[in-house]
C-alpha cells in the first residue's frame, strides 16, 4: 500500500445496497457546512443532506433540529431524451475516491444507456476550507461514444426536506446574466434567511446553448449542445451559501460571490483549500507506521471530525452525529466534550475554544434549566442545540409504535461537569488565562453552585448524596448515587476551589465582579471543598467501586451465554428488563477511573477493569464504550486485546459496524479514537506539567506520529517499538 | 336581494386577515376531487390543498391521511419583473363570487404594482361535475394601462406536502408539444401514483411566445408577450388528475385528456358541468322564502356537501371535515351516517348508497377490530379511512404540549349502530332490496353479532349491561351503561329480527349462504331480541333518562355563570374536571330521543330535553350539537329558538362562529341543516309508510320548499305559514 492510499477512501461499484450507509462514509465538508455522499444526479430513496452549523428549525417530537438545505452540487446529464442514472443502463466502469488530504470528492463512472449512449462521466466536488461558504463541482464528460444532443441542467433544487418534514418557506429567486442565480429561504419557526446561488459554465467542443429557467423553487441553469464521438464537455457548477446568521442579505451576497468565485476557477479554489487543510493535517495527523488498516481508518475517523469542527464560529458546537445525518438532530451531547474535544485541544486549539465558548453562550440556557428543577448556578442541557435550552425530547416512540419516556434531559447530570472538565483541559494545555478569566472560571463556579445545590445531606451517614440520576450506563434509570456523576461532582467542587486561588490571585477585581454576578460569596465557595469531601462513594472491600446503590445486588449474567447478537442488551430484555441486571451499556465507574485517573492507584484500576469489563455491552450498547475500554485497556490491560477493539471502533462507520452508520457519523467515537491511540497506546501523560509519553505498542506498529499542542508550542511525539515498553 | 344572490357567496375585500378561512369557505369540488379557495398566484402561508377521494397516506399520530394535490389551478403572472401579487402594490379593486348553481368560482381584481403598472385580470375556476378528473382555469388581462413585456408562467407545481409532511416521490415528467405536459407523482407509503396534467392556452393581441421549462418536479409552461395599454391577454389552463386507483397509466392519461378538454374549450365544460349541477339542484335543493340569509346559507352548506359527495366510487365516504382541509385528516366519523346521509338518501340516494357501500367494503376492517377486543361480529372503526381499520390517533398533544390519550377508538362503541341506523332509513326511503339482500343484511346482522357480544350480563338485576364506552357526550369517558349506546344497541338486535324474517321471506336462499357466511345459525338470531329487551336503561322519576350510570350524582353548575367564553367547557374545567361536571359536549339523550322518536312520547321527550338543555355546551361542545337541538326544538319546543339555533348554525363556517373554520368544512353540520329543516321545521315523518309533514315554520319565514325522494319518486314540499300548524 502506497501512502497516498493510506489518505484516501475507495469505492469501486456503485453501492445499490448499501446506497445510505456510503451516503455517510463519503461525506465532506469545511466546518460551515458539510453534505453527505450524495450523487449528483439523485436517486429516489436516497438520503442527501447539506447542513449547515447553527441552522436550527423547530420540529415535532424532537424539538429542534438541523435543517437540510438544497443540495447545492445537484446536476442533471440527458444524453438526448434519456437521463444519466446508475439505476438503468450499464455501468462499464466505476469508481470513487475521496482524498483525505484535500477533501477532494471523485468520481468516475463509464455508462452505457438503455439505448446503448456510451460515455464517461466525472465528478470532482470539494467545500472550500479557504473559503467557507464555497462549494464546487467540476464534471467531465468524455469518451463520448454517440452522436446526438446532450442536455445538462444545473438546478439549485428548493424541493428539500428533513427526511419527509419541510422547514422552508420561500423568500426569492432570480438570476445573473445568463449563468447564475439564486434562491432565497427561511426557516418557517426560526426565521432564518438563506442564500444558495450558483454560477455554471459549460464547454462544449462545438459550443453550446444556454437558457435560463426561473421554475419557481428550482431556479435552473440550463445548456444545450450537439455532440459526435471523441468530443469532450467540461463544466463547473461553484455553490455559495450564506445564511442571515452570516449577512443581512444573504441572497445576494450569496449570487455575487458565486460570480467571483467561478471567475476564480475550480483549481485555484482547490489549492487555497488544500493549503488550508495542509496545515489542519500538520497539527492533527497521526501515522502509524506497520498497520496501514489503523492508518487509514483512524485518518478517516479525524478527517470527519475536522470536517464538521466550527474554525470561524463561537456559538456552535460538533453535534453526536457531526453533521453528517439525521441521527440525534444535530443535538450536541457530552460526547463532545469528553470524546471530541481532547483530540481539537491538543491539536486544534482554537477550535476547540469555540466550543468551549459555545457552552459559555448558552449559560442562559444552563441557568433557566437549573431554576426551572429547583436548583441553582448553571445545569447544562443533555441535549443542547441553538439556545442551550434542553432539547431532549421526552418521548420517542419505540419498535412497536409504543411510548417510551426519555429521561436524559431530566436526570442525566453529569454533562455539567463534563463541560468543566473539558475547560480545565483546555486551560492546562493551552495555558489560556484568558479564557480562564473571562468566560472559564464563570462556568466552574456556575457548575459548582448547581453541584453544591444538588447534593442531598443524609444526616444518618453525615454525607452528600446525589439521587434520582442516570450515568453513563444508561441502562439503569432512576438511580441514586451513581459513582461516575458523584465522583465528577465532587471533581467540580474541588476544581472550583482551584480556579478561586487562581483568579483571586490574578485579578481580584474580575474575581469580585464575577461573584457578584454569580450572587455568590467567599463563604460559599469556601463550603464546596469541604462538601466535596462528604460525597458518598461506595467501594466494595475487593476495591471495586459500587455504580450506584444496589448495583452490586443485581443479577449477574455471563454475555457469551447470548452470543451470538446483533442487538443491545437493552433491546433483548427490554428497558425495564435489562434493569434487573449488572449489564450495563458503556464503561460508567472505568469512565471516571479513566477521567479521574490521578485520583486511583494502578490496582484498583486493574481490580475495576476486571470486575466491569465482562458487565459492559461493548458490541452493541453505546459506541461511546469502546474507545474508552480501549484506551483503558492500552495502559493498564492487555494492548493486544486494545488494538483488536480499537480497531473494530476505527471501522464503526468505514465498516457501519453498528447498523446505524445511514443515521451519520459515530462522532464521539471519531473524536475518541485519537485517545485511544494518544491517551492510550503512547500513554501521554500530563500530570507533571508537561506532556510525556509512556508508550505500549501493539505487534506490528513500528512507529507511531503525532504532534501535540502544549502552550503555545507544538510537541512533536515520534514513537518506536524499541522506545515502548 | 334577487333570487341569483342568495345562490352566491361574494367576498369584497381582499382577505388579508382571515385569509384562511376563506380558504375554507371557497372551497369547490366535484365529488372526486376538491380544492380549498386558494389564490392562484399563492401566497407564503396559504393552505391551499387539493384532495382526491380515497387517496390516503401513512403519518405519524394521525396513522393515514388525506394527500395534498399539487395546486392544478396555480399562475404566475409578472408585468416585467413585478410578480403578481395583493399582497404589495395597490388593490382598486376586488371581487371574489362562488356561484354555488355551477361551482364556478370567479375573482376580479385591479391592480397597480408598486412601479404603477396596473391592469384588470379576472380568474373564473371551476371543478366539473361532468368530467370527474377536470379542472378548468380562465383567466383574462384587460383595461392594461401600461406598456411592456407581460410573463405568465403555468406549473404543476411538485413542491407540495401536507401541512409540512411530503408524501410524494417524483416518477415521472414530460411534454406534449408547446402546451401541455404531465408530472407524475407516487404515494411514499400506499404506493398509488397520481398524474397530473395540464394543456395551456394563451392569447394576446400581438402573438406570444411560449416555452417549456422541464424544471424537475415543476413542469413550466412559460409565455411572453409585449403588450401595451387596451390589450387584452386572455388563456386557459385546463388540469386533469387520474390516479393509479382510476386507471393503469395516470400520468399519460392526464396528459391526453387535458389535451383533448383544452379542445373543447372552456365554455362549452362549463356548459356540461352546469347540467349536472342542475340535476343536482334540482333534486336536492331548499327554498326558504321570506329569510334570504337563512336561504342561501342554507343553499351553502347543502353546496359543501355535494362538492365532496362521490357520485363515482362505493369505496370511499365523506370525511367530517369534508375534502376541504387538513382537520381530522379525511377520517370518516358516525358524522357521515347520521347528519350526512339523511340528506343524500332523501335527496341524492345513490351516492347514499355510494357511502353505505363503504361500509360495506370495510367489513374486513370492523371483523378485525372486533375479534382484536374479543367480541365477535363487526365492530366499525370509530375513524375510518381507506381500508376501515382504526385509525383514531391514541394519542395527540395538547396546547402545553402535554400528551392526552383519545379513547374514542376503543372504546365509543356507537357508530356501529348508527351505521345500521342509515342503512335502515336509506333501505325505508327507497325500498332498495337488492341492496338490503345482498349488502345491508350483512351488516345488520354483523352489527347484531357484535352488540350480543359486547353485553355483560348482570345476574342480580336479570339485565344487560355495557361497561366502559365513551357516548356522544365525549366529556365523560369510561362510562358505564350510556343511554344512547345502550338504546341504539337495543335498538339493532331489534332491528335485526326484522330483518331475518324480511331476508327468510324474501330468499331463503340467501339468507341460510349469510348465516353461513358469518358462522351464525338461527337459534342466536332469535336470541338477539330477548336480550335487547333486557338491556338496563335508568330512568328517573320525573321520566328523564339518565345519560349514564351515577350522571345523576355530578355536580351541576349553571352555564350562565361562565359567560362570556370563547372556548368549550372541556377547555375551561380540563379533560378531568369536566368529568365531575353534569356538563356534556353534545345531545346524548336527546339524540337518542330524536333518532328512536317513535318510542318515546311527546312528554318524555319535553322533560327530558327540559333537563338536559341546560347542561349542554351547544356553543363551544360539539359542533354536531346545535343542529340535533334546533331540530328537536323545532318538534317539540320554541320555534323562535329553534330558527335562531338553526341560523348560527347555518353560519358556522361563513362566519367561522367556532374558530376552526380553517381546518375545514363542518361536514355533520353542514349535512344536519337539510335535517333541521325538513325534520325539524317541517316535520316530516316516515313511520306511517309515506313521508308527509306537520309544519311548524317561525315567523318570516312565507314558504319551505324542497323535494324528498321516496321509493323511486321525488315527492315535492311546497309548505306556506297558513299550511303551518
Redo the contacts between chains.
Sequence with gaps: MTPTENWTIKESEFPKENYSHKETVFTIGNGYFSSRGGFEEGY?DENATTFVHGVFNDV?VYKTELVNFPTWYAI?VNFEDEVFNLSSGKILAYDRDLNMANGLLTRRVTWQSPQGRQATIQFERFMNMANLHHGALRFCIDDIRFEGQVSI?A?I???V?NE????W??INQGRYGENSSFLELET?ETGIRAGISQAVHVNADNGCQCAY??????P?QTYLMDIKPGDRIEGTKHCVIYTSRDVDQPGSVALNEAVSLSDIGFDQSLQENQKVWTSLWDNSNITIEGDDCADRALRYNLFQILVAAPRHDDTISIGAKTLSGYGYRGHVFWDTEIFILPFLIFTQPKIAKNLLMYRYHTLPGARAKAKEQGFEGAMFAWESAATGEEVTPK?V?GPEGE?IRVWCGDIEQHITADVVYAIKQYWQATGDDAFMKNFGAEIVFSAAQFYASRLEWQPDTESYHIRNVIGPDEYHEHVDNNAFTNLMGKWVLEFSEEVKDWLKTESSRLYTALLKKLNLNEQVLDLWPEMASKITLHVGQDGVIEQFEGYFDLAFKDQGTLEPRDQSLQSIFGVEGVQQYQFIKQPDVVMALYLLRGWFDRQQIIENMAFYTPRTDLSFGSSLGPSIQATMLARYGDVEEAKALFLSTLLTDLENNRGNTPDGIHAASAGAVWQVTVFGFAGLSLNEGKPYVHPRLPQGWERVGFKVHWKNREIPFDINQKYAL
Excluded at 429557467?213 to 428550482?218: E, G, K, P, T
Design positions: 429516489p415535532p442533471c441542467q438546478a433544487p428548493g424541493v426536506s419527509r418534514y419541510r422547514h418557506r420561500h418557517m429557467w426561473d421554475a419557481h423553487w428550482m435552473t418521548w416512540t411510548l
